[in-house]
Structure formats: structure tokens, C-alpha cells
């Protein structure tokens, strides 16, 4: 693949911005500077840098963030900063494959919710991860305002009725870790869905923390408002 065109499916710009910036000297490859936008590179594996950052190809991009609170997963907030701030520029502009454009959050958390959050440029894996039909567990760790009690983690577990819904809601499985400390495992996501099924048996979520997808947990490393590459195996855990 030539350099430029590699710099463009990473989402430098445009093919002739790409062209610009190698021929500008802001590409280095192996310790050296690279001037010739044309000349040919192996784009499996490749590490190079732009402007002293350090990349490595993708051909797809998969990626965690831990979200933080006051943030919207959406391009055009209303209310709150996108969480798409939080990511360098040639994430949110990788050049469209199918029907997405950049990198998207792969399903949406409130804007005061925080933990782990996908996003990928790959729709086939979008749509697996969304999708009902998988189960994909999901865990969040909530704060409730009243204390927890045996009963409340029962009917949780039973089922609770939403009232867009008549068909009971089920939690895959819950935990009381503390009194007000409750680890709920999801495996599909409606409309606010932990706080309506909390105040189904009379409590109130007071802080929500997605922990886990699948079987890809958060890092303890990875704070509020950063983000890394996912790795093979982040990618097996999550295929399960």
C-alpha cells in the first residue's frame, strides 16, 4: 500500500492532505523520515508516527473508553461534551466503511452513567454486540439511594414490569456487594433500563458503572476520559 494511502485509511485527512504530510516531513517510519507519499509500505503490523505520536495500522478499529460522567454518546450532544472529544482526530475521521464513518460507540450509556464503552468502525461487530439475540452480558455496578434487601434481588431476578412493556424485564443475574452497592448483570438494553428496573421495587439509582462486557472487564489502569486499542484477546473475550 503507498504511504498516503495508508495515512487515509487511518484517518489523516483526505489522500491529498495525507500526501502533504508526508511530504512535509511529519511522518517518520522506523526512526526515519519519510518524504515520498507514494512509497510503498507493508500495512500489516505497521508502527509509524505522525507529528511525534506513535500509531499502529488498523484496519478496523476497535477501541475502549473509559467513559466518564457528563458526557453524551452522540456526535451532536444537546446538553453535555460528545464523548467523541475524547478520542484523536483520525479516530472520528477513519474513512467510511459501510455504513459508518469513524468510529461509534457500540450502544449508548447516559450521560451520567461512566465505565466501560465500546466503539469500533466495524458494523458486522456493531450489530453482534447490539444485537437481542446474542446475550451479551453486560454489568453495572449501581448505587442506590434506600438500602438493598434480599427481596428486592429476587424480583429483580424474577422479572419487573416496565411500563412500556408487559413482558417482565429479567436481571441475568444481581449481587448485594453493600448496602447500597448492587452488581446487575444485563443481557439486553432498553431505555434507561437499570433505573426503571431499580425503582420497579421502590428504590433509586444514585450512581450507574458499567464494569464489564462479556468477558472484557475495565481496566483499573484505564481512567476517566481515556481510551486504548482493544487486543486479540480483549476481542476473543468479548466474542466469547
Request: glycine share 10%; net charge neutral; aromatic share 6%.
Amino acid at each position: 500500500m503507498q504511504l498516503q494511502d495508508l495515512l487515509y485509511s487511518q484517518g489523516f485527512g483526505t489522500r491529498r492532505v495525507c500526501a502533504g504530510l508526508v511530504q512535509q516531513g511529519h511522518v517518520e517510519i522506523g526512526g526515519e523520515t519519510v518524504t515520498d507519499a507514494t512509497a510503498e509500505v507493508q500495512d500489516e503490523g505497521l508502527r509509524f508516527r505522525v507529528d511525534g505520536a506513535e500509531w499502529q495500522y488498523h484496519r478496523l478499529a476497535y477501541v475502549m473508553l473509559h467513559k466518564p460522567a457528563g458526557t453524551e454518546c452522540s456526535q451532536k450532544p444537546s446538553t453535555y461534551p460528545s464523548i467523541y472529544t475524547l478520542l484523536p482526530g483520525p479516530l472520528r475521521q477513519r474513512p467510511q466503511k459501510g455504513a459508518v464513518q469513524g468510529v461509534q460507540a457500540v450502544g449508548r450509556l447516559d450521560q451520567d452513567t461512566t465505565g466501560l464503552l465500546l466503539l469500533t468502525d466495524d458494523g458486522q461487530f456493531i450489530h453482534r454486540m447490539n444485537s437481542p439475540r446474542h446475550h451479551v452480558p453486560k454489568v453495572y455496578e449501581v448505587t442506590v439511594k434506600h438500602p438493598l434487601d434480599q427481596r428486592q434481588v429476587d424480583r429483580l431476578l424474577e422479572g419487573v414490569v416496565l411500563d412500556d412493556d408487559p413482558k417482565p424485564v429479567r436481571a441475568a443475574a444481581c449481587e448485594m456487594v453493600g448496602e447500597h452497592h448492587l452488581r446487575l448483570t444485563l443481557t439486553e438494553g432498553k431505555y434507561h433500563q437499570v433505573k426503571r428496573m431499580l425503582a420497579a421495587v421502590s428504590n433509586r439509582v444514585e450512581g450507574l458503572h458499567r464494569s464489564r462486557i462479556g468477558g472484557l472487564a475495565l481496566p483499573a489502569d484505564l481512567l476517566p476520559g481515556q481510551w486504548r486499542w482493544l487486543t486479540a484477546e480483549d476481542l476473543t473475550a468479548l466474542r466469547g
